[in-house]
């Protein structure tokens, strides 16, 4: 046992499908110097199993308890769905252990709040997984706001679609589809973006906003079902930000044959214009453009990522490493999804 290494154990990792086997898995495997995968806890214990023999991982738990209160875990990585997030974050909590939970932390801001109280009074590295904020893109448009580049802003746009959430789906994502499991476009594409927004250009001062439905059933195309659809698949969003700018969002349901994500800046001296082949700004191939005061169009400014799924979970796990090891907090905090959280349920109630 190589006690230089921070030892993972993850809750729901499967080797060919999902989001840990196609982002977390590739950003550790350049992290080795600082990271072990140690254990494994799936739903069944034959489904851990079969995902340690694949990956060649030590350990496949019979439960998540079990993984918990092992003494070979030092890090538990939570990529489950999200209305098991609460209650599996809590116990790894309880046990004293360091958590990193993908987003949405919690159903609603009442779960999140409880586990960010938790995590504080425990004292241990507790990361929420807001990949966009630390992408090279976001931290590149925050150094262009700050440096004067667009001069004051004025306003700001933003534009996405979700992918999911129109009339069309598969059974094992089908959960999105209801409001009351906490995966809707609000808490997922959109909420990841505007982490990502509100680092670069600041976070709001009001907003108004509305959201509606143009569809109420879906249709599962691997079974043939007809289900309830209770999530929206419009949002949209006016208002102003601290420093006075304006702002409006509009983010869609499903995929545009126009435009899929488009966020535009614009300031008393330049604009920015940052695109993208999908809302979801914590995974999408984002271009930045950009024209100075002595700039008379657009021009590129910054390329898009090969591969910014796994390359921004190898960030957050980066920080991680840095937090566990010299007690800083530079990874988003459960406090961070606590501000977060309060911006979308200001959105969702329109208050």
């Keep these: 046992m190589n006690k230089e ?31 072990e995968i140690k254990g494994v806890a799936n739903s069944t214990h034959a489904s851990a199993q079969r995902t340690a023999n694949a990956l060649q991982i030590p350990y496949a738990f019979e439960n998540v308890q079990a993984l ?23 116990d790894v909590l309880a046990a004293g252990k360091h958590v990193y939970c993908e987003h949405p932390l919690g159903n609603g801001l009442k779960e999140v709040k409880q586990l960010a109280a938790l995590a504080a009074d425990k004292g241990v590295v507790a990361v929420v997984g807001t990949q966009m904020v630390v992408s090279p893109q976001v931290v590149y448009l925050q150094e262009l706001i700050n440096n004067g580049f667009v001069g004051k802003v004025l306003s700001t746009t933003l534009i996405g679609s979700g ?21 809707t476009l609000l808490t997922i594409p959109l909420a990841h ?26 249709k599962l195309n691997d079974t043939g079902e007809v289900k309830p659809k209770t999530a929206e698949d419009q949002i949209m969003v006016m208002g102003t930000l601290k420093s006075g700018a304006a702002i409006s969002i509009h983010y869609r349901g499903g995929m545009s044959k126009g435009t899929n994500f488009l966020w535009e800046i614009n300031g008393s ?9 999908i809302g979801h700004g914590q995974l ?41 090891k010299n007690g800083t ?5 459960f406090y961070d999804a606590v501000s977060l959280h309060t911006v979308l349920q200001a959105i969702e109630t329109n208050e």
């Design 284 to 324: 999408a191939q984002l271009s930045i453009y950009g024209a100075g005061r002595e700039d008379k169009a657009l021009k590129l400014l910054n390329p898009p990522p090969e591969n910014p799924v796994a390359e921004n979970v190898a960030r957050m796990y980066e920080l991680i490493a840095g937090d566990i």
């Design 269 to 277: 001296e330049g604009d920015i214009q940052v695109t993208g082949n």
């Design 5 to 35: 290494k921070i030892r993972i154990g993850f809750i729901g990792l499967n080797p060919d499908s999902h989001w840990a086997s196609r982002s977390h898995l590739p950003a550790l495997k350049t992290l080795t110097d600082d990271f």
């Design 193 to 218: 973006t505007l982490a990502g927004l509100i680092k670069v250009v600041g976070g709001f001062d009001q907003l108004t906003s509305r959201m509606t439905s143009n569809y109420s059933t879906v």
């Design 68 to 90: 918990i209160h092992s003494d070979e875990i030092d890090l538990v990585v939570v990529t489950v769905k999200v209305p098991y997030h609460y209650e599996l974050v809590r």
């Design 329 to 333: 907090r530079k990874a988003p905090t």
């Design 163 to 183: 992918g999911q959430w129109r009339d069309e789906t598969l059974r094992d994502v089908y959960y999105m589809y209801d409001k009351n499991n906490g995966a």
